[in-house]
């Protein structure tokens, strides 16, 4: 295997701008492992070596371009920030072991905290809604393509969400793993649906061979995740004819209906069908919990995502210069590990105020609110956020802090600092609005309704009459 040349990847990396940014690092990942022209295999190495490369990448792009403007804003957080953070990282741990004597029913809703009564109320009513609502259709086993974090922990958190939701839901839920065979695990789950992304880093870790030769056999639908050249993507027209010979039955997007209808058309008029899963909380893991007194100043719990560099300079470096708080996640080079999704809550319980910020993307078009959103909401911590186009859609105007730039990101900050009351108030609509409309449970099972409308899979007609009802 012949090396890349590291003049020319010094070249690569020095090249400006976010989306740019992320392809040129694609393509050095890729030069790095094979030196190849195709990058259809890229994925297809061990996850070592994909790391290692990584590791290399993100050491030269320390001193070259973007990135070094970027280590500069991370060098200039809050020292005190990154100091505590691993001790705050072990307490929320030591919490989420202890989880099941402290957050009973019992507890949470005699205590005094509104946000936490309120919670477990509506948490209660969610779980007892949607308990083994979709259970009678056992046709639908779902196996759902996840990523590793290191892949991408926007996918990887979703997967592992939306598992959590059809199961909760009574359907037969399985991730097929980044480093999963194929082969066998079609043999021992037996899916009837398959969802994973249009894009060949996801594609070519999956053995299309195999599930030719399952669907010979057994009824298998297969669902690609729409996705847009513009997010660092190959021509449409090309991964198109791709699904055409591989016989894809369907897409699905996580983007809002209105977007799908209006950017998507190209899939559209080619006779697809695109199902709609949204984002939306995970009630199973984001609620609020009781007896933690808010002391920290602010928590982010979200990625170095190079797209958002120019918007964290701009919204968060005064905030997070100027105040100690919790800043965790993948890539940030100040701190040995991040928290797992357990440990969110706790962190949230302890914050005076949660930082939101959102992509370019989001900003510009009604497309989506990110995970994030929903998440805070349901733990009941004031969110301070930016104003992506979709969020008038999905929340009334009192349930967030919204800045529409960042003079007002800053002085809304201080103010959610001075007028805790206020900040509870709007956190209290907002947990009211997201356990109402806006839970992985609802999209999981508005996801069931289309695929059942659709006669995509068998034994909708052998339901019961309520299961039949939630589809009509």
Known sequence: MTSANPTNLGNLITLPGGKEQNEKRAVVVYQLISNSRSMQNVWAYSRHKVWAAGNLIRGRLHHYGPARKFRKFEAGVNPLTWQRHDELLEWAEAQSSSA?????????????????????????????????????????????????????????SLGANFIQSFRFLGIAAQELGWYNDTRRTLEEFKPTVLLTVDHAGYLSQ?????????????????????????????????????????????????KSPQYVKERYSEILERGYSIFHLEFGANPLIYYPVPGIRRELNYVFLGSTNPDKWERYYAYFGPILKSYPGYIDG????????????????????????????????????????????????????????????????????????????????????????????????????????????HTVFHRAESFVEQLARAELFDGVENSSPETLAAVQ
């Not at 995740?225 to 699905?252: C, M, P, Q, S, V």
Request: charged share 25%; hydrophobic share 35%; aromatic share 10%.
């Open 100 to 156: 099941i004597s402290k957050e009973t029913d019992n507890i949470c809703l005699s205590s005094p905290e509104p946000i936490v009564r309120q919670g477990r109320e509506l948490l209660q009513s969610l779980l007892r809604r949607f308990e083994n609502r979709c259970q009678n259709f056992e046709q639908l086993r779902i196996l759902m393509h996840v990523p590793p974090p290191t892949v991408s922990s926007a996918h990887s």
């Open 330 to 437: 993948p890539w940030w080079q100040s701190i040995s590990r991040f928290g797992s999704t357990e440990t969110h809550r706790y962190l949230c319980a302890r914050a005076k105020v949660a930082l939101n910020l959102h992509i370019p993307n989001q900003i510009d078009w009604p497309s989506e609110l990110n995970e994030r959103t929903y998440n805070l909401a349901a733990c009941g911590v004031p969110q301070l956020i930016d104003e992506p186009k979709l969020l008038s859609s999905r929340f009334s105007g009192d349930s967030f802090f919204v800045a529409r730039t960042p003079e007002d990101y800053q002085a809304l900050f201080e103010r959610i600092l001075s007028d805790p009351q206020q900040g509870e108030r709007r956190a209290l609509q907002a947990q009211r609005e997201v356990f109402a409309e």
């Open 206 to 254: 999956i053995d299309w061979e195999a599930i030719r030769d399952y669907r010979k056999r057994e009824i298998l639908r297969v669902g690609l995740n729409a996705a847009l050249r513009e997010y660092g993507n190959t021509r449409l027209a090309g991964r198109l004819e791709w699904a055409k010979r591989h016989e894809i039955d369907f897409y699905y997007s996580f």
